[in-house]
């Protein structure tokens, strides 16, 4: 049977005996080997699949917990300010729940498929006109203000459902892996891995990756504009800052920065190249290593096997996927103009 992160992980997570579990199944996602990356990095690579959850990215385990702690304390609606993929999360376990759910967006900055997925769950969806960053400073305001839960990875639940992934990629290795490479944005993520890999003793070096013209942890300071082709990581401001940075440093790992190009060309050879489709943003984590490889600190052994973090579905955004694929070939309805077309 299919089981509910919450199910799996109870005796791990902090919720309270008569929360109910708001579910879609989330976690239990694929780990997949990746023999050609595996062969071009020279160690041996997973890609821990994250677009597997129901809604297609990482944000559906820390929603599911944040979800049911709200409705166990008898929230009536979820606020969440976003980038796309916590907006479509919070938008579906708002909608299982019976909440209301309102996202603030950055306009004309989020993926269609994110969009299309948190209007079809029914939350009232807000384009603001300005930036992540800012997005999440006027839904703090909104939520001190009214009575609705805050949903976004400032609240705790979401990091303690995200720590789960780290659990699953211990269990489905047997053991820890030397390393991980992550995106990171809002810097939930990381923070919530590391978090996870504590609990089971487990230390991997932890590469975070930003992109370039996003990439405040690398610069020191918050970029007042960022702009990147991965809008889910569009962010210059990010919220776990502080955890993030302790968590990097404690696994004696690095934070760096990917231009888009590297991006989009990891992005690309990761359709091409190993089957699996994920997003922009996602292949931050593969073209991070593809620009640095796994760089250890001094006297340290080189990390005998990776896990890449692919956080969201290639599906998310059809838009930048066309734009960067090659083109349709147009036939005519004939046996010799096909045979052409296919073979030529
Ligand atoms: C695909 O949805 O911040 O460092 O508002 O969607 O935990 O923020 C999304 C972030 C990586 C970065 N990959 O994770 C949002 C949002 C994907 C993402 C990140 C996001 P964090």
Redesign the pocket.
């Given at each position: 049977m299919p089981v509910p992160l919450i199910e799996r992980y109870r005796d791990r997570l902090p919720l309270e005996a008569g929360d109910p579990v708001v579910s879609l199944n989330e976690g239990s996602t694929p780990l997949i080997e990746a023999p050609r990356l595996s062969e071009r990095l020279e160690v041996r690579t997973f890609l821990k699949f994250e677009g597997g959850n129901p809604t297609g990215?990482f944000?559906d385990r820390g929603m599911t917990v944040a979800v049911s702690r709200a409705k166990g304390r008898g929230a009536e609606a979820v606020i969440c300010?976003?980038?796309?993929?916590?907006?479509a999360s919070a938008a579906a376990y708002a909608a299982r729940a019976g909440l209301r759910g309102a996202v603030i967006v950055p306009e004309g900055k989020i993926a269609i498929g994110k969009l299309a997925q948190a209007l079809m769950h029914g939350a009232r969806v807000v384009a603001l006109q300005g930036n992540?960053d800012e997005a999440l400073q006027i839904v703090r305001e909104l939520a001190d203000k009214h009575p609705i839960e805050l949903v976004n990875?400032v609240n705790p639940y979401r990091i303690e459902g995200q720590k789960t992934a780290a659990f699953e990629v211990v269990e489905e290795l047997g053991e820890a892996p030397g390393a991980l490479a992550i995106?990171?944005?809002?810097?939930?993520?990381?923070t919530a891995y590391w978090r996870g890999f504590q609990e089971v003793d487990a230390a991997p070096i932890l590469y975070g990756f930003q992109a370039e013209g996003a990439a405040p942890l690398v610069h020191g300071s918050p970029v007042a504009n960022p702009e990147t082709v991965a809008s889910?990581?569009r962010?210059g401001n990010p919220a776990r800052w502080e955890e993030a940075m302790a968590a990097i440093t404690d696994s004696r790992g690095r934070i760096a920065a990917v231009s888009d190009d590297q991006i989009l060309d990891a992005y690309r050879w990761l359709a091409s190249s190993e089957g699996v489709f994920c997003?922009p943003?996602?292949a931050a984590s593969v073209a991070g290593l593809f620009a640095y490889g796994l760089p250890v600190v001094d006297g340290a052994e080189p990390p005998e096997s990776v896990v890449c973090v692919l956080?969201?579905h290639g599906l998310k955004d059809p838009d930048t996927a066309l734009s960067k694929a090659p083109s349709v070939i147009n036939c005519e309805n004939d046996l010799s103009a096909v045979e052409r077309a296919v073979f030529d």
């Open positions: 990215s944000k300010a976003s980038t796309g993929n916590t907006a992540f990875s995106p990171v944005g809002n810097a939930g993520n990381v889910a990581i962010i997003e943003a996602s956080t969201g």
